[in-house]
């Protein structure tokens, strides 16, 4: 198996960057304060949850085996995958700075 080049690294790069970008959101915003959590609190964490999710499978997807040497179906997903993750962690940061 070749060593992958192109956005392979970039999509896995990026997505580790947008990953500890919202590790410190929520360390920012506060996730282990004593108070009692509001319905915009748990919609803030389940975003970034799946966010972190979509986020954590980037470098899997994009890096997993194919058949066919230059079949992209996997890169595609993972590209799906990074937006996926990108807009759920800014959905995240509008839930908690909206309300």
Not at 5 to 34: D, H, K, N, Q, R
Not at 59 to 87: K, Q
């Amino acid at each position: 198996m070749p060593t992958p080049i192109g956005s392979v690294p970039a999509l896995s790069a990026a997505s580790a960057t947008v990953f500890s970008i919202g590790i410190v959101f929520l360390g920012y915003w506060g996730m282990y304060e004593p108070t009692a959590w509001h319905k915009a609190d748990v919609v803030v964490f389940v975003f970034a949850l799946a966010g972190f999710a979509c986020l954590g499978l980037v470098p899997w997807m994009a890096t997993s085996p194919v058949e066919p040497e230059n079949n992209d179906s996997r890169v595609r997903i993972a590209r799906h995958l990074f937006l996926a993750g990108v807009s759920a962690i800014w959905l995240a940061v509008a839930v908690s700075v909206l309300f």
